[in-house]
Structure formats: structure tokens, C-alpha cells
């Protein structure tokens, strides 16, 4: 007469290599924040001519990754995540930006 | 030497919370989507509540393992279970006495298509959540295939343009308008280019959502979608504008208005050929979408001033 | 010493008033409800109760049954209580909701109230629908009576709370047969349920939503994590085996009903021939067994309890050194000519040694599981203990 094999001493060594710290997946940005490097995205980056500059917050306001640094007179983008997309180029009423070539 | 105006416009005031996303996440470069998307904790703050499904939104929405690209409490659903899940949540705060605003953040694809039953569902029961949909005219996620809110002649990958074919043959559902037909407390149509209008409509959302269904439609252009520059997408929203062509008003409790009039409307044609899937209409077609665009823009009007007696009654 | 019984209310209703009134008992936060033969009542009642103010809870009419799968998903993962009931298409509509209950390890509760799947269009009781939905990770239970309904509803909050099972439950019961048959049940007290219920409360509170905080439900599960969260879910539900039988033994001491855990085992200690059954065809089974038994006969029935996860021990160890064993299913196995609980009891050979096993298919679409029928099975399988060539699967209605 044999008995049916009993799972929980299976269980109980493989659960040695487990990593992931819940029952279901949840993800916790305190735990881990993702970011990708987009910056490498671009072909061109914004340069912004401060003189021309009048602080209208434009391109802060319509850059999609909101990218625009605050700098008290005038805006820089953050060419960490700056994709190169142009909007700001394209909507500044100064034409105070203008896409430059990456090298 | 040009004089600097030390104060940011008005908009900014509606900020009230700094940016809960990660600096670089998947969107495109130029996407309009992610801008609509940034701006919503910005302006509501960050104990918003928010769900999303598959769509453009989803890599950077849900999360990937234990990480995540953004600080907000968060609920992953399936595309047909986005309005019924935040249905749920939404009653479970009600139940415990939390004051929490649900959001609800999908594209046209899944407000239009295949999560239309339970959003209108959840419209019919005045549920109390916001209900955000970015309209980029497709499912764009997975390659530009056609959805029920593609507009006419619209070339996607399965509405091509070929010799039996020129884009899609049938005319987009008008989803902010059969929104506002369902006994809801809040309607409104947003884009990126009017961006204080947006944020005005974001925050009026969050207070009309504590007493009912809140919708909004914001038009956000795919970049590769549309076949535009990178750099066009704001000027392609802000000409949608000019030529009625997506005309934004909202609906307050039955009463329909204009958020923004438009004196002279440009020929839709002005807003036609800035899109490149746009390219291959001609004569009879631009003159199609301009009565298109026309008619609903009349229907709009008329509901506005039928419905401005209501506004004037309640206010006697 | 004598255990003082505690107190209940006896009414004679019906199966789906039963499931009403033991929801209620459980005083859930948030109910879906959608109407489908049979299980409106279930949802009726639950809104009159509602309506009378004997239930505090959200009732969410929906439109559908996938929104009501993805409502009380969604309202479980953000920390509540919850309910919904259903039946064949119903439960097929909420397919993709109920996959992402279990994914999410959400302790969903839900009644299932057994019909024919679409395809041949029937509005009548057959277990396809439970079938149908085996492999997508919910815990499924099958009752034999009304008064059952009630205990295995309570019990089931228990077992899918449980910090160390977390799992969504299916309480499963035959349409027609259980649904709409009024018997007299014993109803628990509330305060009695809550107090039995509270063993809950001094757990570890599992995860939830919670606004403000940077936690997201429903991550992408990416590689290695993907396949941890797999093992972890499979490794719950053989968790959960074991913890039901000890719940259902606590249950018994504290309201004196004990059905026996994952299966109950009738009258098999010395028999030659088992008899598996589920659902309310166990009834029946269960009179035929003992007017054979008057007549010498050793006959035994097994009673499947707890269908997923599959009561693989209990059946092995009960299964074993039989003559022949018989399966009566109230389904078919697609792709394998025989019963579906049959095919999977096969699968034990290797431990019950290699022995006359049999299907039987009866009972679908509301075709009664008869005195005769029964009396056909227990022949048959008789006569294949005894070395009789028989036909591994027999279609019983289909039969002389």
C-alpha cells in the first residue's frame, strides 16, 4: 500500500530561490523607481538663448516629459530625459530656442 | 534687451503638486499623451487613485516587477474591465468613508471599443470617478490599427490606403457627446494646446467626480499615428481647435458651453493637411469632413443654447 | 462533556436564498449583482436585504458580468469584502476579469450557480460551466445541499482570507436542483459568524491599495518574476488543501456541521466498490448506497468537496486497494471521451495501483440523475470488479 507523494517538502526547499517580495504583483516605487535614459533618444537638443528669453513658461507648460528646469529667469531643459521631440522650439513665442544637431 | 516677466501664466497656479512620474519613461518623443498624463497629479494632487489597461499609457502606468515609473497608487485592469474596476474601488471608499478620487486614464481604443459596455455602465450609475480618455484616433500601442474613434479617411495599418481602398470608410463615434448623454455629472473636451482650459476641466473633474461621473475627452495626436513631426503635435491640437474640428466645451449637470469660441472657424482643410495620414483625401473628401465637422459643430451649438435656459432658470 | 450547540434560525428556503442569507452573515463591503438563470435570486435577496437595512454594503447593479468580476476585483484588491454570484455564460463572460482576480491573488467570493455552457444553447443545471473554468487558479468548492450552501459560503471567507492562502473561491451548486428547491436549513447567528470570522482579523493584514501610497496592483510580471509568482500561486492552492480540511474541522466544532473537508468519505472503510460523486447527485447516490448496502453489497461513496485544487492525497489514500471505482460526472471531457473528474482521477493509477476505473456521464441539462441510473452504475461497476469486460465510459441517459 503506497501513499500518495506528499508536495510540501517540494515545496518548502524551492522556496530557498525565490526573489520577488509579494504573493501578486505589485509594484512599489518606493521601493524602485524606473527611469530610462532618454536622453539618448535625440538627435538635436534645445538651446535656449536667455537674452531672447521672457520667462513666458511656454515650453515648461507644452514639453511632454516636462523636462524644463525652473532657472528664476528663464528655462533649461533637462537633457538627462530631453528626447529632442522640438515642441518647445516650435511653440516659443520668442523664438527663443532653437533645435541644435547632436555630434 | 527684451523685458523679463518675472511671473509664469496663470496655468501654473493650477499646479499644485510636482511631476509623480519618472523623468524618462517610454512615450515617443513629442507625445501628447504623456503630457495629459503628467499634468493630471499635477493638478489633482497625488493621492488620486489611478487605473489604466493596455494602451500608450500602459508601460509607463503599470509597473514592470516590483518597479514602477511613477509614485501613484495604482490599479492594472484588462481593457474591458477599466470603468467597472474603478466602479468597485470607487464604492469600497464610498463604503469605508475615504474621501478618494478615482481616475480613470485609457485611450480612445478601450473608451470606444472594447471597454465601452462597462464605461457606460459605470456612466448610467453616475458612479463617482473621473474618466480621462486621450483620443490619438487609434489603437497606436500596438502599430495604428483603427478604432471606432478614427476619423474618416483616416489611413491606418487596417484602413490603408490603396487602389479599393482610401482610409477608413466609416465616420469616428463621437464619444464625448454620447458621454454627455448619459446621466452623468461632467463632460468636457480638452487638448494640449489649450492647456489652462485643460487644467480648468482636470480640477473641475475631481470636484464633480464627489458627486457623480466625470468625463473627459482630451485630443492628443500620435505623433507617428498622424505621420507629424515630432515638434507638431501642439500646433496640430491648437488648429483642431481653430477649424471646430474638435470644438472644446463641457457639460455641467445638463447645461451645455463652449470653453473656448472660436469667432472664425478656419476651413477644416487648414487642419487636414498638417496630418500625414491625412494626405491622399481630395476635393470630395475634404469636403465631406468639412460638412462632418460643420454638422456637429451645429448640433453642439444647438445644445449649448437649448440648454443655456436651463443654466439661466437655476440661477433665478 | 456536551458542547452547547450554537444557536441558528431554521427557515425552509431556497438554495439561492441559502447563499443570500450566509453572504449576509459575512457582512461583505462591496456587492456586484447581475441577473442569470438561476442565480437571480441570489442577487434579489441580497438587495432586498439591503433595502430593509440587514446589509451595509455597496451593491453595484452592473451591466454586465464582467464588469461585476472586475468591480469586486478591483474592490477586494483596495481591502474589502466582496461578492458576486453568477452561472454559465455569466461565468464565461467574466472570464478574463476572473483570471485577473486570481493573478491578482484577490480573495474574491463567488457563487457559481451550475448551468450548461453556451454553444448548445440550454437553461439547464450540468457542472460545464465549473469545468470550464479549471485552469485559471480559483479555488473551487461543490455542494451537495442547501444547508451546505450556507456553511461552505462562510467557509469559504474564511479559507480565500486566509494570510497564507489568499485566493479567490467558487462555491458551486447545481441549478434547478439546489437553486430553486426549498429545504429547511439551520441559519448561523450573525454575531456567531462574526466571531468565527475573526480569527481573520488577528492575521497579517494582506497588501491593498492605498491612495498616496507608491504601491501599483497588477505589475508586469517580467521573466524569473513571472515565473515565482506562478509557483507561489500553485503553492497556495496545495496550502489551501490542507488548510480547508482544518477549517472545515473548526467550523464543525464551532457550529456543529462537518462535512469532511476536501471530499467525504461514505460508508468506505470496508467497501470493494467506490462510487465518486459531486453535487447534488451525491444525494441520491447516497440513499442508492445504502439500500445496496441492506443487501450485502460493500459499497462506498466519495463525495468530491473541494474540486480545485484537486483533493490528490484524500482521493489516493481513499481510492486504494479498492476492486473498481466508478466516476460520476455531470460533464464531459473535451478531447477525452469521459468525464472530466473521471480523467482526472485516472491520473492517480500510479498510486491507487492499475484497477477497474470508470466514467459515467448523466445528468446533463437537467436530465435527473435517478434511483435507476445510480443502481445501473453500481452494477456495472459490481460487475467490473468481478472481471466482467466494461466499457470504460458510458453515456448512463444514452444507454437501454
Not at chain 3, 471531457?333 to 491520473?347: D, K, L, S, T, V
Request: contains cysteine.
Amino acid at each position: 500500500m503506497r501513499a500518495g507523494i506528499s508536495r510540501g517538502e517540494n515545496i518548502k526547499m524551492a522556496m530557498k530561490k525565490l526573489t520577488y517580495p509579494y504573493e501578486s504583483c505589485w509594484s512599489n516605487a518606493d521601493e524602485l523607481l524606473l527611469y530610462l535614459e532618454t536622453g539618448t533618444w535625440r538627435t538635436s537638443r534645445p538651446k535656449v538663448d536667455k537674452e531672447k528669453c521672457n520667462y513666458c513658461g511656454l515650453c515648461a507648460l507644452y514639453c511632454p516629459p516636462q523636462c524644463m528646469i525652473d532657472k528664476g529667469d528663464h528655462f533649461e531643459p533637462n537633457l538627462e530625459f530631453c528626447k529632442g521631440c522640438g515642441i518647445c522650439a516650435r511653440e516659443c513665442p520668442r523664438k527663443a530656442i532653437t533645435m541644435v544637431r547632436e555630434e | 534687451m527684451v523685458e523679463k516677466v518675472k511671473r509664469l501664466p496663470r496655468v501654473f497656479d493650477y499646479f499644485v503638486e510636482k511631476d509623480q512620474f519618472a523623468g524618462g519613461n517610454t512615450f515617443c518623443a513629442g507625445c501628447p499623451a504623456e503630457l495629459t498624463l503628467r499634468t493630471i497629479p499635477k493638478v489633482m494632487g497625488k493621492d488620486i487613485v489611478m487605473l489604466s489597461c493596455p494602451c500608450c499609457a500602459a508601460p509607463v502606468m503599470h509597473g514592470q516587477n516590483l518597479g514602477a515609473w511613477h509614485k501613484l497608487a495604482y490599479y492594472a485592469c484588462v481593457m474591458t474591465g477599466v470603468a467597472s474596476s474603478a466602479s468597485g474601488i470607487s464604492r469600497y471608499y464610498r463604503k469605508i468613508g475615504r474621501d478618494v478620487t478615482v481616475v480613470c486614464f485609457t485611450g480612445d481604443g478601450d473608451a470606444s471599443d472594447v471597454g465601452f459596455q462597462p464605461l457606460s455602465g459605470a456612466a448610467e450609475r453616475n458612479e463617482h470617478i473621473v474618466y480621462i480618455c486621450y483620443d490619438n484616433e487609434g489603437y497606436m500601442n500596438t502599430g495604428n490599427q483603427r478604432s471606432s474613434s478614427t476619423p474618416i479617411y483616416a489611413a491606418t495599418s487596417t484602413t490603408p490606403v490603396g487602389k479599393n481602398q482610401k482610409g477608413k470608410p466609416t465616420v469616428a463615434k463621437y464619444l464625448p457627446l454620447i458621454m454627455a448623454l448619459h446621466p452623468v455629472s461632467y463632460v468636457a473636451t480638452a487638448t494640449l494646446s489649450h492647456m489652462e482650459d485643460y487644467a480648468k476641466k482636470l480640477l473641475k473633474a475631481k470636484e464633480k467626480s464627489k458627486q457623480g461621473f466625470a468625463y473627459i475627452h482630451v485630443f492628443a495626436p500620435c505623433v507617428i499615428g498622424f505621420r507629424i513631426n515630432s515638434d507638431a503635435a501642439i500646433q496640430v491640437c491648437r488648429m483642431a481647435v481653430r477649424t471646430n474640428y474638435f470644438p472644446l466645451w463641457e457639460m455641467e449637470d445638463g447645461v451645455f458651453r463652449f470653453t473656448q469660441t472660436v469667432g472664425d472657424p478656419r476651413p477644416v482643410q487648414e487642419y487636414l493637411s498638417l496630418c500625414g495620414k491625412f494626405s491622399h483625401l481630395k476635393e470630395p473628401e475634404i469636403a465631406e469632413v468639412q460638412k462632418m465637422v460643420d454638422e456637429r459643430y451645429s448640433m453642439l451649438k444647438a445644445l449649448v443654447e437649448a440648454t443655456a435656459q436651463k443654466e439661466t432658470a437655476s440661477k433665478t | 462533556m456536551v458542547k452547547q450547540m450554537r444557536k441558528h434560525e431554521t427557515r425552509v428556503i431556497t438554495g439561492n436564498a441559502c447563499a443570500a442569507y450566509a453572504v449576509r452573515l459575512c457582512r461583505p463591503d462591496v456587492v456586484a449583482l447581475y441577473p442569470i438563470t438561476p442565480q437571480s435570486e441570489v442577487v434579489e435577496q441580497l438587495t432586498r436585504f439591503k433595502a430593509d437595512g440587514l446589509l451595509d454594503a455597496e451593491m453595484i447593479e452592473v451591466e454586465g458580468e464582467n464588469s461585476a468580476m472586475n468591480a469586486v476585483t478591483a474592490a477586494c484588491v483596495a481591502g474589502g469584502r466582496v461578492f458576486t454570484a453568477t452561472a454559465s455564460y455569466g461565468l464565461a463572460f467574466m472570464y478574463d476579469a476572473m483570471m485577473q482576480t486570481a493573478g491578482f491573488r484577490a480573495p474574491v467570493v463567488m457563487v457559481n450557480v451550475n448551468r450548461e455552457i453556451p454553444g448548445i444553447h440550454a437553461v439547464s443545471a450540468g457542472q460545464q460551466d465549473l469545468i470550464s473554468v479549471r485552469d485559471i487558479g480559483w479555488l473551487q468548492i461543490i455542494v451537495e445541499d442547501d444547508q451546505e450552501i450556507i456553511d461552505a459560503i462562510i467557509q469559504a471567507y474564511r479559507l480565500a482570507e486566509d494570510y497564507e492562502i489568499q485566493l479567490p473561491v467558487m462555491i458551486n451548486y447545481d441549478g434547478y436542483y439546489l437553486s430553486f428547491s426549498a429545504e429547511a436549513v439551520k441559519i448561523p447567528m450573525i454575531e456567531d459568524v462574526d466571531e468565527y470570522l475573526s480569527i481573520l482579523k488577528k492575521q497579517p493584514q494582506r497588501l491593498k491599495l492605498e491612495p498616496g501610497k507608491s504601491m501599483g496592483a497588477g505589475s508586469h510580471g517580467l521573466l524569473q518574476t513571472y515565473t515565482e509568482l506562478r509557483y507561489k500561486h500553485m503553492a497556495a492552492m496545495e496550502r489551501a488543501k490542507a488548510k480547508f480540511d482544518a477549517i472545515d474541522k473548526e467550523y464543525g466544532d464551532f457550529f456543529g456541521r462537518y462535512y469532511g473537508g476536501q471530499i467525504e468519505e461514505y460508508r468506505t472503510d470496508d467497501a470493494e466498490i467506490i462510487l465518486v460523486t459531486s453535487g447534488s447527485a451525491t444525494g441520491t447516490a447516497k440513499t442508492v448506497v445504502d439500500a445496496v448496502r441492506e443487501n450485502g453489497q460493500k459499497v462506498g461513496l466519495v463525495k468530491i468537496r473541494m474540486y480545485r485544487p484537486f483533493p490528490r492525497e484524500r482521493l489516493t489514500k481513499v481510492l486504494q486497494d479498492r476492486k473498481a471505482i466508478g466516476v460520476l460526472d455531470r460533464s464531459v471531457g473535451f478531447g477525452w471521451n469521459c468525464g472530466p473528474m473521471y480523467q482526472e482521477i485516472r491520473a492517480l493509477t500510479p498510486e491507487i495501483g492499475k484497477v477497474p476505473l470508470m466514467s459515467f456521464i448523466d445528468g446533463l441539462a437537467n436530465m435527473d440523475i435517478t434511483i435507476p441510473n445510480i443502481e445501473r452504475m453500481i452494477r456495472d461497476i459490481q460487475a467490473a470488479a468481478e472481471g466482467k469486460p466494461y466499457q470504460e465510459t458510458t453515456w448512463v441517459s444514452l444507454e437501454e
